[in-house]
């Protein structure tokens, strides 16, 4: 009885090791030249590997289909993903926001840590093996490569979303699915730029303790925290975790609460204690304690005050116009970038067509999908990898409990 696992990524070698220490016979197919290609390149070469905090916070990072997740991250848990690493010799720190990265600072130390676990629990790599075509056939499943054709009894389709196509995802997980009858919800760039007009100027200036809101008819969902102008819209931190929950809705426009510690009151306060201060300058050079240089111009044009005026000659109702533009700097909004763009892919494989227990087709019997080829998502933070280990888990060991 023999597994086979398409994909080398976090989700791939989790089911890979799993599934062989669990007895099987494991054979893992990765079409690159190398394994976790894109591991490699998240955390900025750091790999956030996953988030030090409990289940049910973890959950509420998941953007879609959290509740589709909750089995497989109470039976692996970030706690559980921490002690699998360290226990193969791996050390790790935890920093800011509970973020877990390894105390190297090396995503490829992460990469060869899973590599060792996989081979050492006696399952087979093939790197440099592109699958072109899966069927299914007298009780097995056939896998073409370009080294002839390998059959199995069950296998993990673990090979990654539509993201970063240049680390090798390229959407082959969505097409078997499809094959197999599976639904594939549309896909969407998932912690991505956002973009937005007059922006341009802004280029490079990054602020902290924002809060950056999308505004669809009416409504606001907000992310607090850090963010970065780009020559065409936002990024940083707080930029892709709101994309993550605008990728299907959009935006009508975006604002920035660029103080938003501070209740109106107690900014309007503070902007007269600073204009009695400045009482015979221009408002251009009036609030140079209040923001950063290059922000000052953008604001003032959205109050629209004279930016010559003094700041003495400023009457109630302009300093109220002036409040709105601190708290509600607004932006046109224009789009998400483009999905290949994305840390992650949004959508995929539809969950409901599998079974969260095992993360088997209940179109097909032998067939498992885990990890970013699934219709799932999470926040920054160390989520989206664990998310891959957990489903990893969960398919691993169902495929070589049903396979032995």
Same mark, same amino acid.
């Given at each position: 009885?023999k ?16 599934a062989?220490t ?20 998240s ?70 840590t ?6 050492g ?21 056939h ?5 002839? *054709? #390998?059959?199995?009894?069950? +296998?993990?389709?673990?090979? $990654? !979303? ?5 680390? %090798?995802s390229d959407? @082959? ?14 896909l ?17 200036? *990054? #602020?902290?303790?924002?809060? +950056?809101?999308?505004?669809? $008819? !009416?409504?606001?969902?907000s992310?607090? %925290?850090?963010?970065? @102008? ?21 935006a009508?426009?975006?604002?920035v609460d660029?103080k938003?510690a501070? *209740? ?19 408002l ?5 304690a ?6 000052i ?5 959205q ?25 509600g700097?607004r932006?046109d ?9 994305g ?5 995929g494989?539809?969950?409901g ?12 019997k ?14 920054t ?24």
């Amino acid at each position: 009885m023999k597994v086979i696992v398409i994909g080398g990524g976090a989700a791939g070698m989790t089911a890979a090791y799993f599934a062989a220490t669990d007895g099987a016979d494991v054979l893992l197919l990765e079409k690159n030249e190398k394994l976790g290609k894109k591991m490699y390149i998240s955390g900025k070469g750091r790999c956030n590997l996953t988030n030090n905090c409990t289940p049910q916070e973890f959950l509420d990072n998941v953007v879609s289909n959290a509740k589709f997740l909750r089995g497989a991250i109470h039976r692996f848990s970030p706690q559980d993903a921490m002690r699998f690493f360290e226990e193969h010799s791996l050390p790790l720190k935890t920093e800011r926001g509970n973020r877990v990265i390894p105390k190297s600072d090396k995503s490829s130390d992460v990469i060869r840590t899973l590599e060792r676990a996989v081979r050492g629990a006696g399952a087979e790599i093939r790197l440099d093996c592109n699958v072109t075509d899966v069927t299914f056939c007298d009780g097995f499943f056939h896998v073409e490569t370009p080294f002839g *054709s #390998l059959s199995c009894d069950r +296998l993990i389709v673990a090979c $990654g !979303g539509y993201s970063y196509r240049s680390t %090798g995802s390229d959407g @082959f997980g969505y097409r078997v699915a499809e094959k197999f009858r599976h639904n594939v919800v549309p896909l969407a760039p998932a912690l991505c730029r956002i973009l937005c007009k007059g922006t341009q100027s802004l280029q490079g200036l *990054s #602020l902290k303790n924002v809060t +950056l809101s999308a505004v669809k $008819g !009416g409504k606001a969902v907000s992310e607090f %925290g850090e963010m970065l @102008f780009t020559d065409d819209g936002v990024s940083g931190p707080a930029a892709l975790s709101l994309s993550s929950k605008i990728n299907r809705t959009g935006a009508d426009f975006l604002t920035v609460d660029l103080k938003p510690a501070l *209740s109106a009151e107690v900014l309007d306060a503070r902007i007269l204690r600073d204009f009695k201060q400045r009482m015979n300058k221009n408002l251009i050079n009036a609030l140079d304690a209040l923001l950063p240089e290059r922000l000052i111009a953008q604001v003032v044009k959205q109050s629209g005050i004279p930016p010559y005026k003094k700041v003495n000659q400023i009457t109630a109702e302009e300093r109220g116009r002036l409040l709105a533009a601190l708290k509600g700097l607004r932006f046109d909004y224009v789009g998400l970038d483009d999905v290949n763009c994305g840390i992650v892919t949004a959508g995929g494989v539809d969950v409901g067509q599998i079974e969260p227990s095992t993360m088997q087709s209940k179109l097909q019997k032998g067939l498992y999908f885990a990890g970013e080829v699934l219709d799932v998502d999470a926040l920054t933070g160390g989520f989206n990898l664990q998310t891959a280990f957990a489903c990893g888990y969960v398919a691993g060991r169902a495929a070589a409990k049903e396979s032995v």
